[in-house]
């Protein structure tokens, strides 16, 4: 595995979970957005706390390469991709430049930064609250 990056869950609400991806430097890569916390429900739920192996594979959803998290617990296919508000994922993380009341902006901008760092190598995304 190569690099280790950490997602700290800072603000969560009944709508939304915002966060922010640090490099493993400690070095603040962009915004995170994704659903609020319901027990892992499908769809509904961010994923569990916890430490993830990252791979760059093909999204036939978003026609396109992208991180996918590996052995998330009882769910399948959580990406990290481009969106703005929580109707734009099903439990995968969104990346944004700037943090809105409970969106993010200039997804694609963030997106497309996290993209170039990573240069295609695997990671490990450790997830942890801090709120």
Not at 62 to 89: C, F, M
Request: aromatic share 6%.
């Amino acid at each position: 595995m190569g690099m280790n990056l950490t997602l700290c869950r800072d603000d969560q609400n009944e709508k939304r979970t915002h966060g922010i991806l640090f490099s493993e430097d400690g070095d603040r890569i962009c915004e995170t957005l994704e659903l609020p916390w319901k027990e892992n429900q499908h769809d509904i739920s961010c994923i569990p706390e916890g430490s993830y192996e990252c791979k760059l594979l093909y999204s036939p959803i978003h026609r396109r390469k992208l991180y996918w998290l590996q052995s998330v617990p009882n769910r399948i296919a959580i990406e990290i991709h481009i969106g703005n508000t929580v109707d734009d994922t099903k439990g995968c993380i969104l990346l944004g430049t700037v943090r809105l009341k409970d969106s993010i902006g200039a997804s694609r901008v963030a997106f497309d930064k996290f993209m170039e760092l990573m240069d295609g190598k695997d990671f490990t995304l450790t997830i942890e609250k801090n709120i």
